[in-house]
């Protein structure tokens, strides 16, 4: 199986969009509409890569990267804000988030980002013969 990529956004059209450009890249995909769900995925599915949407109601962006990150410390995160929220983007950068993008995104910008950002390998898959 593929290196593992969590989605979370609360708006539909955007988790099926870049679940379906991903899985076509051949990515192990993962959506989640708020911060339980993304963390209950971390916590049961260990994906490398974590795409955040920081405007998500309930438990709001900055505290799902905290948590996100007291689980895994190594998860790489790429945030996705609604506008240009300079003070979140930089807490986010401090708390360990490797990049961000503007909504509305390049999705050929986004999958650059991934391909980059994604660990090579996952750990417990060992090496593909």
């Known amino acids: 199986m593929g290196q593992k ?4 956004d609360d708006q539909y059209g955007i988790r099926i969009l870049l679940n379906e450009v991903f899985q076509k890249e051949g990515y192990q995909t993962f959506q989640a509409a708020n911060g339980y ?3 209950d995925i971390v916590e049961k599915h260990s994906p490398d890569l974590v795409l955040l949407d920081m405007k998500i109601p309930g438990m709001d962006g900055i505290e799902i990267l905290k948590r996100l990150k007291a689980i895994n410390s190594d998860i790489q995160v790429i ?3 609604a506008y240009g ?3 979140m983007i930089q ?3 401090d708390l360990g988030a490797i990049t961000h993008f ?3 995104f390049d999705i050929d910008e986004i999958r650059e980002a991934v391909r980059k950002n994604m660990p ?3 750990v ?3 090496p593909s013969n």
Do not use: F, R, Y
């Open 5 to 8: 990529l969590l989605i979370v």
């Open 85 to 87: 929220e300079l003070d």
């Open 37 to 39: 769900q993304a963390l």
């Open 124 to 126: 417990e898959q060992g």
């Open 91 to 93: 807490e986010s950068k």
């Open 79 to 81: 945030i996705m804000t």
């Open 120 to 122: 090579k390998q996952s």
């Open 102 to 104: 503007a909504k509305p």
